[in-house]
Nanobody, 116 residues
Framework: VQLQASGEAWRSLGGSLRLSCAAS????????MGWYCQAPGKQRELVAT???????NYADSVKGRFTISKSNAEITVYLQMNSLKPEDTAVYYC???????????WGQGTLVTVSS
């Protein structure tokens, strides 16, 4: 599985941004997709996930501000990021999880910088 995410972006406090990540290769279902982030000096952590059936899960820090969605036809996952804060600054990684074998695939990472 190969994951191609959108490029790095800069926003100001309160701004919005939409990340996308398209999967290709052996992307047969079932699978989950999601977004994780890693800020400087910190471990990678969950931002949001969306299951094969469309169920979603969010980190508390982004609830009400970020929305994850997907296109099954295009095998693409999106992350709509609203009301951005400087603490959202991080590298965002797209994740594709093959459910049957619990195998994870990762995108190359997208740097998002939010200035105050």
């Amino acid at each position: 599985v190969q994951l191609q995410a959108s490029g790095e972006a800069w926003r100001s406090l309160g701004g919005s941004l939409r990340l996308s990540c398209a999967a290709s290769g052996n992307t047969f279902a079932p699978y989950n997709m999601g977004w994780y982030c890693q800020a400087p000096g910190k471990q990678r952590e969950l931002v949001a996930t969306i299951t094969n059936g469309g169920g979603t899960n969010y980190a508390d820090s982004v609830k009400g501000r970020f929305t994850i969605s997907k296109s099954n036809a295009e095998i693409t996952v999106y992350l709509q990021m609203n009301s951005l804060k400087p603490e959202d600054t991080a590298v965002y990684y797209c994740n594709f999880k093959r459910i049957a074998r619990q195998v994870d695939y990762w995108g190359q990472g997208t740097l998002v910088t939010v200035s105050s």
